[in-house]
């Protein structure tokens, strides 16, 4: 790697850093092939800077790529050099962040090369839920290398002209631009959670690291709260998904995760008395697939890491259209799957929660520890007057018929049955919820002895 290039991906690397504070490893690095002249070509570093340092304090490994060093291909010693980062983060429990800006496997190193990317694969599996893992396409990432930003938890996406793509979108079929390739799609396709400029990103990320726990026996960090722990959110009913976790969450925080994936649900991390906690809340009354995909990435990624969920459901069915019919199954079963499986403390406020719909989102027979309502929660199989229209056999017996129903699936009918802990005002609703987690801090689940799940 010639000088001014190196440049280019150390300036990365020390701009996002603490001033100071990296520390190169593997600075001697080079590639071995010398086939096709490759012992004449200048990559002494082999086209990528890895090393160590700080964010706000905490400690991070991190390796930048560079795309003017040998076309921005990956070779068998650059992902040798990816692969020991990987090894060094794991060993000190920290967190790893990539800036990608790769055009591919390198050909003149063939299988050497090729196999390079595949341990780079193995790396990542092994480190996904021990250490957080960050990727931030700053360039091309296409082909194999898009694989790298799938095995991350998070992904940070310039959006001028970086592109993440499998095949190189003019090679797709009926695709004339490079349109889908771009950050705005990705992120709609719910590869990528935050776009934006190159400082944007790494402002973002510096938001980020300060509230994930370095590793998943960590526990994540636990700050001085400076906000009112008893603060009223009077109206919190009322307002948007987004808008109603800023008003439970200490001081309005929210890190939301993937947000141009779906328009009905949110999810993203808090900070709640001073401690991490995810979130997942329902932005709209039906849930799509992709509401679902997007919830369960986020409890999984919070049972991996020990942290808490807080659920706010808010939903009364699913999604009418053919998509849901398509993709509905897997990703409802996932969704389930991953509140059923999770070990760490788990609270829910429900608004409504109708239907298996419902039933999926942190329902206390999932194993939800604490669940709340509010006054006018409506909690059942089905909306009422739909319910008493099916089982009635005139208009006489379904008017009566809707109202028993109706008081079925009260709060309060809820309540007595033992599927809520208690009814609460809106406006109590941070305070309880802190309370709720305070008390489950020190929870412990017993699991069935199995290698593990097959959803």
């Not at 341990?119 to 790298?148: D, E, F, W």
């Not at 993440?164 to 631009?177: E, I, S």
């Not at 009905?264 to 979130?279: E, P, R, S, Y």
Request: aromatic share 6%; charged share 25%; glycine share 8%.
């Amino acid at each position: 790697m010639d000088n001014q290039s190196k440049s280019s991906a150390l300036s990365r690397i020390q701009t996002l850093l603490d001033e100071f504070s990296f520390v190169e490893v593997g600075k001697l690095v080079q590639a071995r092939s010398t086939d096709f002249n490759m012992a004449e070509k200048k990559a002494p570093s082999d086209g990528v800077v890895t090393g160590y340092g700080t964010i706000d304090g905490n400690l991070v490994y991190v390796y930048s790529q560079d795309a003017s060093v040998l076309g921005g291909s990956i070779g068998e010693m650059h992902a040798r050099k990816i692969a020991n980062i990987y090894s060094m983060a794991m060993k000190m429990g920290a967190l790893v962040i990539g800036l990608l800006d790769c055009s591919g496997v390198r050909l003149e190193e063939a299988s050497d090369a090729l196999f390079g990317l595949g341990r780079l694969y193995k790396k990542q599996t092994l480190a996904s839920g021990v250490v957080p893992q960050i990727s931030v396409v700053l360039g091309n990432c296409g082909g194999g290398l898009s694989v790298l930003t799938g095995l991350s938890d998070f992904v940070f996406m310039e959006d001028n002209s970086a592109r993440l793509y499998v095949n190189a979108p003019d090679a797709v079929k009926g695709n004339k631009d490079d349109t889908i390739a771009k950050a705005e799609a990705q992120a709609e396709y719910g590869h990528v959670d935050f776009a934006g400029t190159e400082s944007e990103i790494f402002d973002e990320i510096r938001r980020l690291v300060a509230i994930l726990p370095g590793n998943n026996e960590d526990g994540g960090p636990v700050d001085e709260c400076t906000d009112d722990l008893n603060r009223s959110v009077a109206g919190i009913e009322k307002l948007d998904a987004a808008e109603a976790v800023k008003q439970i969450a200490d001081n309005g925080i929210f890190f939301e995760t993937r947000k141009a994936y779906s328009e009905d649900v949110v999810t993203g991390l808090i900070q709640l008395n001073g401690a991490t906690v995810g979130v997942v809340a329902n932005k709209q009354d039906q849930l799509s697939w992709k509401g679902a995909d997007k919830a369960q990435r986020l409890v999984s990624f919070c049972d991996a890491f020990e942290i808490p969920v807080l659920t706010l459901a808010d939903v009364k069915g699913y999604r009418n259209c053919q998509c849901t019919e398509k993709f509905g199954p897997k990703a409802i079963s996932s969704l389930a799957y991953a509140y059923a499986n999770a070990s760490v403390p788990m609270v829910t406020v429900v608004k409504n929660a109708l239907g298996t719909a419902g039933l999926a989102l942190g329902s206390k027979p999932l194993g939800t520890d604490i669940v709340y309502a509010y006054p006018t929660a409506q909690i059942g199989i089905m909306d009422a007057a739909k319910a008493a229209e099916i089982i009635s056999e005139d208009d006489t017996s379904e008017a009566a018929n809707a109202k028993l129903l109706k008081e079925k699936n009260a709060a309060q009918s809820a309540a007595q049955h033992g599927y809520v802990d208690d009814i609460i005002n809106a406006e109590e609703t941070r305070q309880r919820v802190i309370a709720a987690f305070e008390m489950l801090f020190t929870k412990s689940v017993f699991r069935p002895d199995k290698k593990h799940g097959t959803v």
